[in-house]
């Protein structure tokens, strides 16, 4: 079985420029989550779909980043424009997410490495 | 809210040595636990989860934790480490009652296992 699968794996860019990062979840999990791993830290979440709907954005910066699951797929994660404190590792997750109340277990991809100069 | 907090940021230890590394948790409501792994340059690996019955959890590569409630802990153990199990090891926390499935997860203990 595939993991999920992200791309770039690394990317640097300078302060004020835009980015977008690509998630291929896991085939058939409905749920898909993004995370920002700040060095020495551990992984935050930033926003979680369901399908193509969001249900949770609450730590999302919404004045620079922006994400979005069409088709309830694959999902695109962008930050325009931006800082040098959003030099994170980006992380992408999916889960069956049965509906049952129990947390289904998180498969994570291998992240995408940002630096922002 | 809820929060999780690994009280060593770094674990020396030498092969075949056992190991815990210490999670330490608080919320206001019941919460699921998890451990997971992260190699270097690679995703998180779930390692280990409580969600309900026995409090003492087993999983991959000889790995186990306890679920205290009273000390709201969750600490991670092995008998004997390898070389191989040197990596990043987050314990983290899922609130039930939420509709979502947020995982907060701690800092994170660093895992060097010395020949």
């Known amino acids: 079985e595939a993991g999920v699968a992200q791309s770039p794996r690394y990317k640097i860019i300078e302060k004020r420029q835009s980015v977008a990062f690509w998630c291929n979840p896991i085939s058939g999990h409905a749920t898909l989550y993004w995370y920002q791993q700040i060095l020495g830290q551990g992984p935050k979440l930033l926003i979680q779909?369901?399908?193509?709907?969001?249900?949770?954005d609450s730590q999302l910066p919404k004045d620079r980043f922006s994400a979005e699951r069409l088709k309830g797929v694959d999902s695109t994660l962008k930050i325009q424009p931006a800082k040098l404190e959003d030099s994170a590792v980006y992380l992408c997750a999916s889960s069956w997410s049965s509906g049952t109340g129990i947390t289904d277990t998180q498969y994570f991809g291998p992240g995408t490495r940002l630096t922002v100069l | 809210a809820q929060s999780v907090t690994q009280l060593d940021s770094q674990v020396p230890v030498f092969e075949e040595a056992p190991v815990e590394l210490r999670c330490n948790y608080s919320s206001s409501v019941s919460v699921y636990l998890f451990w997971y792994v992260q190699y270097p340059n690679q995703g998180l690996q779930l390692l280990l989860k409580y969600l309900s019955g026995s409090t003492l959890v087993k999983g991959i590569n000889g790995f186990e934790a306890e679920f205290n409630k009273s000390q709201t802990s969750f600490h991670l153990r092995k008998p004997s480490v390898h070389i191989s199990d040197t990596a990043e090891y987050f314990c983290a926390v899922n609130n039930k009652e939420t509709s979502g499935s947020r995982l907060t997860f701690g800092e994170g203990t660093q895992l060097t296992v010395n020949p």
């Open positions: 779909f369901q399908n193509n709907g969001v249900v949770d």
